[in-house]
């Protein structure tokens, strides 16, 4: 009965390499994030998504994409990927139009080699 | 984007002890304040919030605190436990772009 849930939980890579981070809500929510928490602990928001359509972008390079097959699912796929990638990447997800909880998926440990 | 400025960024207070953490922000329309703990190796989890329209909220050993005139909000919690350490978030969404922006965190240990 995972609310969101994210595949996989750990993820280790040569640099160079591409790879996807999955994130699936039942919860019937409007709006997806993905977030990134780096060894510093900071949650910076990377994209925003409400209803497959993209709301956020903050500057983050190209080679991350979002994709959002249906509104209860919101993919990253990472090109190229690089050392500073390294980090934890979470999935969240809550009602549209904000006051409302946000709901986290349990984290995806990128590291990059 | 939005700046949300946390602190401290580490807080140790003894068993027993309050703790206080302040988040001050910049756009005034945020309307949204909500608090999220992180334990560790955990999600964070959302656990008070408040909206602009009040002042103040109080569940049990925690409350939050708002003053939008100042723009700054603050949790505070009393009879702090063991169990109180983790690393604290405070948030902030306008309600109309689907951008939760979080502060900087802060790590609170609660020692014997």
């Known amino acids: 009965d995972t609310a969101v849930s994210q595949t996989p939980k750990y993820l280790v890579t040569q640099m160079g390499n591409d790879k996807s981070i999955k994130c699936e809500q039942n919860?019937?929510?409007?709006?997806m994030y993905w977030y990134k928490q780096d060894s510093k602990k900071f949650l910076k928001i990377m994209f925003s998504y409400n209803n497959k359509e993209l709301i956020i972008n903050e500057t983050v390079p190209n080679r991350f994409s979002p994709k959002s097959p249906d509104k209860a699912h919101l993919n990253l796929h990472i090109n190229s990927l690089e050392l500073g990638d390294s980090a934890v990447y979470f999935c969240?997800?809550?009602?549209?139009?904000?006051?409302?909880?946000?709901?986290f998926g349990q984290g995806t440990r990128l590291t990059v080699v | 984007g939005e700046n949300v400025e946390q602190h401290p960024s580490t807080l140790s207070v003894q068993e027993g002890d309050s703790a206080v953490i302040k988040c001050t922000y910049s756009?005034?329309?945020?309307?949204?304040f909500p608090w999220y703990k992180q334990e560790l190796g955990k999600r964070p989890q959302l656990i008070i919030d408040?909206?602009?329209?009040?002042g103040e909220k109080k569940d049990q050993r925690i409350a939050v605190t708002l003053n939008k005139t100042a723009k700054h909000f603050s949790l505070h919690i009393t009879e702090t436990q063991p169990e109180d350490s983790a690393v604290y978030f405070c948030?902030?969404?306008?309600?109309?772009?689907?951008?939760?922006?979080f502060g900087t965190g802060t790590r609170l240990q609660v020692t014997l």
């Open positions: 919860l019937g929510h409007d709006t």
């Open positions: 408040i909206r602009s329209n009040v």
């Open positions: 969240a997800s809550n009602l549209a139009g904000g006051f409302t909880e946000a709901f």
């Open positions: 948030a902030l969404d306008t309600g109309t772009a689907s951008k939760l922006t």
């Open positions: 756009d005034s329309a945020s309307n949204y």
